[in-house]
């Protein structure tokens, strides 16, 4: 018997944080664009994608799934074939599960995020990581991997089946120098899959340019999508491995197990994109942004921890003072979220001070002079 | 360069089938109650359900995700233990990668859906069929599985380490005795595996009852919710193997890389909840509307395969003469799709004449009416 109380609870769905500047790096990236908004709304039904079916999901025409995926995507992400998915993590898994064999090993960055982890945990792989500079700037050495790689041929006996890069992390905002990296993978005949979830549909990426042979990207995290929905690319050479199909349907691929995003998600994909290619296009401009924000927030006593000066809108900042703060105030480390909220800020996570994670994404001049400002009241008040 | 007319067409996203009565199996259950619409308005951004993130999708307090799978979800299914997935097939492919090992054989039921193929074949597993009865009722036989189960032990040496059976099947709609194969596997001590993607969320469905080990639904076809979401549930003793937990971050499951429907499709699954629970309760009334339109149909000369009296509400129509008008009409095939439009009706797939599959769920009987007349005077008119 489901309790009356608990089925109340379900209609309680008010989003508290709507209409609020929100710096989670999560968010920032995802918020819909208008013409989203609308496709959302028409196309919000079930299956609604696969009233033209016509056997798999990246073939209907109407919504023009079959134009995003092989006319535009290819050609945005600069690889010979493209895919829609549920997400960067499933595209990671993808890519392990089919190219790799359980018990093999790879090579991935210390900064990587734990979805990458996780991912190769699943399809049975072992880790050789590859370490970052440690504090204050955490950076990845592309060189690295050149070292990695030796060191799994002395300890397997073979190179590595897949070396991955995160660009940028998830916790700095670094951007590794991802060409230097596929070189590297590429002497020693090693495959390199390129993790750009806070990447692609933020900043210019060429997958030709670097010479990844697999990208992965999310469309809720940097393409202005409803999630869970991602984008995957992958060289030719790779797609009877990787987009092979089933033994028996004909049509249908298995590691995507026939259809991947086969809902609203896809469509809110595709209507943001000419709006994403737009932003892509004004990504120096956020850049300059993120590194305004940065040095005003250095000047506040903040510590901006990774690249300086920094490349990404997605930043980790560090403070002792407001650690200190949290040390004597009543509600300790959740000051912060309280009177930042007060102000009309949210995205940081409830409870952190001491460290934590931000993005400037896509936010006013006079958006993150607000933020600064909320800032500088609370250190100045406490 | 991606052309200007593909970035055109990209903007094409009118649902030319909105608003009409849509036959579609695929499409009935997934209509979107005026909560989920709603819900879908607030929570459309990327990855808005991630604002209260505390390590793990399904324990988020806001919106009320730990409520909907700790409290609500496990009593509904009447099962363990349960999450939320991207689908049934993703859902399947957890259990499958998680209890059986690559070279294993499961037993499936020969009206399986295409993905129980496709994710058993991701899986590395192989086959054995339990056969239907063929024409024209296409039923399978409980005590079939004993016999499947017996010739795997003969083939391979020991039994199959899965059983699934798909109820209802997605082409007839059949409703085979679940508890019977529940039991026949169990004899043999074989975990079983329930595909309700067309049951859950549409009738009542007792896990306990059945006591299958594990059970998947489907949230986009038949939860009243916005794809691709599903439901997953298990017993108690498979918790450490399909949601065991990873070795690098302690909270995250490794089946379900951390976090699955991570975006606003978990928020219609749940904002739909309280219309899907009262709906189930009017299961009755929508077997006797589906019997009641196959009858008509039969009155006009269709034929209705699968299970008779029948008892879901998708089932497979056949229709000689229709097919028979298609051979001579410049259109073939395709007039049938033209001239129901005409009527505002949809959902039988462009092309097909001679068989095709509909559901009557959630349609009113005036509804039904017009599309009983409808076929009456298309086969009146040619």
């Not at 994608?49 to 995926?69: A, K, M």
């Not at 670094?174 to 806070?198: G, M, T, W």
């Amino acid at each position: 018997m489901i309790a009356a109380s608990d089925l109340q609870k379900l209609r309680e769905l008010e989003r508290e944080h709507l209409g609020l500047i929100n710096l989670d790096p999560l968010q920032r990236g995802g918020i819909l664009s208008p013409e989203a908004r609308k496709a959302l709304d028409m196309w919000g039904d079930g299956y609604s994608v696969c009233d033209f079916c016509t056997g798999r999901l990246d073939l209907i025409r109407s919504p023009p799934i079959f134009t995003f995926v092989y006319e535009v995507l290819p050609k945005f992400l600069e690889i010979d074939i493209a895919r829609v998915t549920n997400g960067a993590r499933e595209g990671k898994f993808i890519v392990m599960h089919s190219i790799c064999k359980p018990g093999d090993t790879i090579v991935i960055d210390k900064n990587a995020h734990y979805t990458t982890y996780v991912a190769a945990e699943r399809a049975g792989l072992n880790l050789k990581i590859v370490p970052n500079s440690g504090y204050p700037e955490f950076r990845i050495n592309p060189e690295d991997y050149a070292k990695a790689i030796d060191e799994v041929k002395t300890e397997t006996g073979r190179v590595p089946s897949l070396t991955l890069l995160t660009y940028p992390d998830g916790n700095y905002g670094n951007l590794v120098d991802a060409k230097k990296v596929a070189r590297i993978s590429h002497e020693q005949d090693v495959p390199f899959l390129l993790n750009a979830a806070y990447g692609i549909g933020r900043m210019p990426i060429s997958c030709k340019e670097i010479d990844c042979d697999f990208v992965v990207g999310s469309g809720h995290k940097s393409m202005a999508s409803s999630g869970p929905v991602g984008v995957f690319g992958t060289k030719k050479e790779f797609e009877d491995i990787i987009l092979r199909k089933s033994k028996y349907f004909k049509t249908k691929e298995v590691e995507l197990l026939g259809c991947t995003a086969r809902g609203a998600t896809v469509v809110t994909l595709i209507a943001s994109f000419n709006s994403v290619l737009q932003r892509v296009k004004e990504w120096e401009g956020e850049v300059q942004s993120s590194r305004w924000f940065s040095q005003e927030m250095e000047k506040l006593g903040f510590t901006q921890l990774g690249e300086k000066p920094h490349n990404h809108d997605l930043m980790f900042v560090e403070s002792k003072r407001l650690f200190e703060i949290s040390q004597k105030h009543p509600r300790r480390g959740y000051f912060l979220y309280d009177e930042l909220k007060k102000g009309g800020i949210v995205g940081i996570k409830p409870g952190l001070t001491k460290n934590f994670k931000l993005s400037t994404y896509r936010l006013s001049r006079p958006d993150l002079e607000k933020v600064v400002k909320s800032f500088r009241d609370i250190l100045e008040r406490f």
